[in-house]
Structure formats: C-alpha cells, structure tokens
C-alpha cells in the first residue's frame, strides 16, 4: 500500500505543479482552442495538457522501468503518441497521420511483449490468434486511443472517466495477483488527477488531443497487459465494460456517420455530454452524471469478476 501512496504522490504533485507552466508554454506556441460553432467554451483556452500528465506519470513510472521491456514499451509507445498529439494542438494534423502514428505505437507496444496472445472461447478452451494477435492488438489500442479522444468534449469529462477506469484496472490486476499493472494505473491516475484541478469546469487548460490520445492509449495498453495473466472467460468482456462510456459512444458515432454517409472522422455535436446538455443539464450536471455512468460500469465489472463470470 506504501508503494501505491508513494507513486501516487509523485505523479499527482509533479501534475500539478506543471500543468501551470504547460498552460503558459500554450499560449506562447499558439497551441490554443478558441471559441467557434462546435465549441461549447465562450473563450481562448490552452490545449496542451498531454504533457503536463505525461510528465507527472514518467515521474512515478520512472521507478518500475527496472529490467521489464513491457514498461519500456509502454512508456516509448505513449512518447510516440504525445508527441502526435502535441503536433496536432499546435498544427494540426491528417486523420490519417494520426491514424499511422498511433499503429506504429502498438507495434512499439507489441514489440515490446505486450500483446492480446488469445481470446477465451465461452463454451470451452481457447482461441489462440497466433500471427492474428499482432492486428487484432493494434486495432484495440487504436480504436480506445480514439474513443477517449473522442469523449473529450466537456472541462473534465475524459480525465474523469479515464481515471474511473484506471482505478477499477488497478483494483483488477491487484486481484489477479499482478503487480507492475496496478502501480502504473494508479501512478497514471495521480497524474490525471493532478491536472483535473485545473481541468475540470470551468477548465483552465484542456488535454488536447496530446492529453486525449495519450490516455487512452496508456489505459488499451494496461488494459492488455493486465489480461496477459489469469485469463478463463470471455477475455474482453471487463475491459469493454470499464471503457463502456468512450466505446458506446464511439460506436453510436460511426454508426450514426455511416448511416447518415458522412466520414466517420467528421465531428458532430451529437455525443453523449451533447445529448445531455441538450436536454437542459448544466455543464458540470453533465460532465458528473457521465462519471456516475461511468462508475456503475466499473462496479459491474468489478461484480462480474468476483462472481468468476469472467476471470
């Protein structure tokens, strides 16, 4: 438990105390969300908060590297995804670059040994995908990476469900009698949490999509690697259940653009917070029943598991 604290401290307070600095590097490169048609904030705010939660989890994270290539891995492949993200808050870049640089960081990821190996057959035995794993990998990590992304739509909103998540991954992985897994989550967590103090409404700075991209990178990543281990029913089900917000979500947006033939990248306010907002809730009304939302997939995943439906 010491361990836990001690990690989660450094991450929390090297957060917070950067994402100050991080906020006034933003608006000195230009890298700046102002106020237009689809914006719900009525003026000029920061958007680099990816590196601020970057530094605050290398931090912490810095003290499991040891002789473990996973962790090394993990934190290489998120590198990648920072620094995509930091290009586009400033820039702007392709949905294709984005595309092609978040594959090239699952394959650092898998390269590094952390890969989906086999999916559980709920009748009997095992599916084991062989050279499968490889695709079947970078298409989980890609496809959470931007359903967290795509979540990002209120002060709060990501950073509140991402840290849901990787709280309930910790608790998990602890459970299944895994150690590296949890101690990042909650080094991660604390390092959300330290930049949810100025990211929650009315927010001083958001995460951009250097912050967005990266934590949902982070938690489809921990999220293979926690399931590496102990895994007997239906390996995805826990996962897809924590993450239910940004997965749902993102399947109602491809589906709604497909059917109204639109490109699937081609925002809309039609998410879930737009839907709410539109229904008379407040912002903060919002952003917190999401996260209630959120919490009860958590317990049914947590319940499911100390059941055995699952693990």
Not at 228 to 256: M, S
Request: with cysteine; glycine share 10%.
């Amino acid at each position: 438990m010491q361990q836990y604290l001690y990690l989660f401290g450094i991450a929390f307070l090297v957060a917070l105390f950067t994402t100050p600095l991080v906020s006034r590097l933003a608006f000195s490169i230009g890298a700046l969300d102002k106020p237009g048609k689809r914006k719900i904030h009525d003026r000029i705010i920061p958007r680099l908060g990816g590196p601020a939660v970057f530094l605050g989890f290398l931090a912490a994270a810095a003290l499991l590297l040891g002789d473990d290539q996973r962790v090394v891995g993990l934190i290489a492949g998120g590198t990648v995804i920072l620094l995509l993200g930091v290009a586009d808050d400033i820039r702007g870049i392709s949905p294709k670059t984005k595309l092609l640089g978040q594959t090239v960081a699952a394959i650092i990821v898998i390269i590094s040994g952390i890969q989906i190996q086999l999916v559980s057959n709920p009748f009997n035995g095992y599916f084991y995908l062989g050279i499968l794993g490889v695709p079947f990998t970078i298409f989980w990590i890609v496809s959470v990476t931007n359903a967290v992304n795509l979540i990002d739509g209120l002060d709060g909103l990501a950073s509140g469900v991402s840290v849901i998540a990787l709280l309930t991954f910790a608790l998990i992985a602890h459970q299944m009698g895994q150690t590296t897994v949890p101690l990042l989550s909650i080094a991660l967590a604390g390092a959300v949490l330290g930049f949810l103090r100025y990211n929650f409404f009315p927010a001083k700075i958001f995460l951009g999509d250097s912050g967005s991209m990266f934590l949902g990178f982070m938690i489809s990543v921990l999220a293979v690697y926690g399931l590496l281990k102990g895994i007997t029913v239906v390996a995805f089900i826990v996962p897809i259940i924590v993450l239910g917000v940004p997965i749902f979500d993102t399947c109602f947006a491809i589906f709604r653009r497909f059917r109204a033939h639109k490109p699937i990248f081609q925002a809309d306010k039609k998410h879930i917070h737009h839907r709410l907002l539109s229904r008379g809730l407040s912002h903060r009304q919002t952003v917190l029943v999401i996260y209630g939302i959120s919490v009860f997939f958590s317990m049914s995943a947590l319940l499911i598991m100390r059941t055995g439906l699952v693990f």
